[in-house]
C-alpha cells in the first residue's frame, strides 16, 4: 500500500525520539501500517533502531518480551525444561493467518496494540498473565495486566503519548501446564474463538477466551472446573459479538465446546 501521505520518516533510538508531533504514529513491523491508507498519518517513527531485546530472562523462570519481537522469534522460542508453558508459543503463533514473509515482520508489540480481538499474541500473553510495561512521554512508566489493557475490538486503554515497550510473563506461568484450542469458519481462515487453558503448579486453572470475544475475557478457578460449571461460565461470559467472520451465538457455543476440550487436557496432566 503506497502512504501518500507521508512527509517525514525517522528512527527512534532513544527514548526521547518516541516523542511524537501531530500527524506522527509509531512503526514496528508495519503490517498493519502498510496494509491501508491512515489519511491522517504525515509522519512514521521506527521502532526498529530501539534495539530492543526480543526475549530477555526475567527471575524464576519469567520470559520478558519486547515489544519488537516478531512472530517468528515467538515461534523459535528456544525449550527449556522447566518452561512447560512452551508449546503455547507455537501453537498461537500458528494462530496468526499470516505468511512466512509477515511472521519475519510482524512484532508482538504490534499484535497486542491494534488490539483486535482475534489477535493471537492477546491469546498468548493474556492466557499466560502477562504484564505490560507501557513507557509515558515523561519517563513515568506503568504496569497492567495485558488482559486489562484490551478494552474492545480493536480498542485498548493507551493514550496518545504512551508506548508498549515489552510484556512480563511470570516464571509460574512458563513453568504451568498449557493447552490450547482454535476454531474458525475456514481451513485457513482469521479465528472465530480461540482457548487456552493454564494449569499452575498449584493446581488452580485458568482458562482464556479470545477472538470469540471482543476483549479476553479470563475464567479462574482453585483446582480442574467441573464441566456444568465451566460450560455456564463461559456460555454466561460477555463480549461474544458478531461479524463476518462468525456470529455471536456461535462463537459462544463453540467456544463452550473448545473450553471443554481444554479442561478435560489439562485434567489429564500433573500440577
Not at 79 to 90: C, D, E, T
Not at 107 to 131: E, P
Not at 184 to 190: Q, V
Not at 204 to 226: E, N
Amino acid at each position: 500500500m503506497d502512504l501518500t501521505t507521508i512527509e517525514t520518516y525517522r528512527y527512534a533510538r532513544t527514548r526521547a525520539d518516541l516523542r511524537l508531533t501531530p500527524g506522527e504514529c509509531l512503526l514496528a513491523g508495519g503490517t498493519w501500517v502498510f496494509s491501508e491508507p491512515d489519511h491522517h498519518v504525515t509522519g512514521i517513527v521506527d521502532l526498529s533502531t530501539m534495539d530492543w531485546p526480543a526475549l530477555e530472562d526475567l527471575p524464576d523462570d519469567g520470559l520478558r518480551i519486547g515489544a519488537t519481537c516478531t512472530i517468528a522469534e515467538i515461534a523459535r522460542l528456544p525449550q527449556r525444561p522447566n518452561w512447560r508453558a512452551h508449546s503455547l508459543f507455537g501453537a498461537c503463533a500458528n494462530a496468526l493467518l499470516a505468511s512466512f514473509k509477515i511472521w519475519n515482520m510482524a512484532t508482538v508489540g504490534g499484535n497486542i496494540c491494534r488490539s483486535f480481538a482475534a489477535g493471537s499474541m492477546i491469546a498468548l500473553t493474556a492466557g499466560l498473565d502477562a504484564t505490560a510495561i507501557i513507557w509515558g512521554r515523561d519517563g513515568v512508566d506503568r504496569r497492567i495486566p495485558v488482559s486489562d489493557l484490551i478494552t474492545g475490538n480493536g480498542t485498548n486503554s493507551l493514550a496518545d503519548h504512551e508506548v508498549l515497550r515489552a510484556v512480563d510473563i511470570p516464571g509460574s506461568s512458563m513453568r504451568a501446564a498449557t493447552a490450547f484450542r482454535k476454531i474458525a469458519l475456514a481451513d485457513l481462515g482469521r479465528s472465530g474463538a480461540v482457548i487456552t487453558g493454564r494449569r499452575d503448579e498449584d493446581g488452580s486453572t485458568v482458562f482464556g477466551i479470545t477472538a470469540a470475544t471482543s476483549r479476553p475475557i479470563l475464567l479462574r478457578y482453585p483446582g480442574i472446573p467441573s464441566p456444568p460449571e465451566l460450560h455456564d461460565d463461559v456460555t454466561g461470559a460477555d463480549g461474544y459479538y458478531t461479524d463476518p467472520l462468525g456470529a455471536a451465538d456461535w462463537r459462544r457455543a463453540v467456544a463452550a465446546v473448545l473450553a471443554r476440550e481444554v479442561r478435560d487436557e489439562l485434567e489429564d496432566v500433573p500440577a
